[in-house]
């Protein structure tokens, strides 16, 4: 059975850090590339990084510059360090996982909140 367990989230004024964290059990093939993706009340769900097993990394325009993306295959997990956050990046963030044979795996989600 998998299992997806996201945290890291919170609440933080502007300029300040947050470290997200997604650790994944029991996906079943080798797991190829791991993201973040947000969704904003009202918007649509938007992806903001993503890295592949051999570490290559895209982001968001929007967050370029602010955010990294990191994984560790021996763990299966995927990390997402945020710094000078803005009001606009407060959203529920969600960890996907895409696994051989185009297996997706989502988190269940965490807070971000950014406000003074």
């Known amino acids: 059975q998998v299992h997806m367990v996201e945290s890291g989230g919170g609440l933080v004024q502007p300029g300040g850090s947050l470290r997200l964290s997604c650790a994944a059990s029991g996906i079943p093939f080798r797991i190829n590339v791991m993201g973040w993706y947000r969704q904003a009340p009202g918007k649509e769900r938007e992806l903001v990084a993503t890295i592949t097993s051999g570490g290559t990394t895209n982001y968001a325009d929007s967050v370029k510059g602010r955010f990294t993306i990191s994984r560790d295959n021996a763990k299966s997990t995927v990390y997402l360090q945020m710094n000078s956050l803005k009001p606009e990046d407060t959203a529920t963030y969600y960890c996907?996982?895409?696994?051989?044979?185009?297996?997706?795996?989502w988190g269940q989600g965490t807070q971000v909140t950014v406000s003074s």
């Open positions: 996907k996982m895409t696994a051989a044979f185009g297996s997706d795996y």
